[in-house]
């Protein structure tokens, strides 16, 4: 339930992410420090996950205790949210190898640049709407139904008119995002990004 913590860490690690792919690029270590980079961001974000963890929950203890029924609640819920990303995964990636296997492997990466564009201003909304979630739940354990429903409906509309002016904002001016993201080169992206 704590998004400030929680954000907390994601902003460090990106940061931490960020300055290790340039330094493992510069040196010259290629795909494979791209990938030690991610082993040691993992590895770095699981350190610090738990000591916030031990900071902010004193009375929480890391131990090895099994428990069946609580493991099989978990493997339930965790094996909903694995269909549902692989789901997700399909979707969104399905249009990479079709485009790639009608129009050639050079095509997708202007695809790729209106997909990931595209894909970045759906996420925003969604990042929007995550903030309920520790609201609504405490809500929730309030039985408070009634004030649920109007938090719900009145960021909805914030979330409509916020995601309605970026999609304008990217329809109408996707030429020169792509210009200036990736320069002229890209220029056939920006129908794309329109389109999508």
Sequence with gaps: QRMDKSNSIEIKMSVVNALGTVVFLESGYGMFGLALNSL???VLALCLTIVILKRVVPKISLGWH???KLLREM???GFKISVSRVGGLVCFQ???LIVSRVL???AVSFYEVASRLTSFMR???LVMLSALIPATSELGVRNDR???RRTYLLVSKYVAMVTAAMVAFLVLDAGSITRLWLGSSFDQSALLIQIL
Excluded: M, N, T
Aim: charged share 25%.
């Design 123 to 125: 996420a925003v909304p």
């Design 146 to 148: 009634e004030r649920i």
């Design 66 to 68: 099994f428990d069946g």
């Design 75 to 77: 493997f339930s819920y």
């Design 94 to 96: 399905a249009d990479k």
């Design 40 to 42: 040691i961001s993992a």
């Design 104 to 106: 050639g492997l050079a």
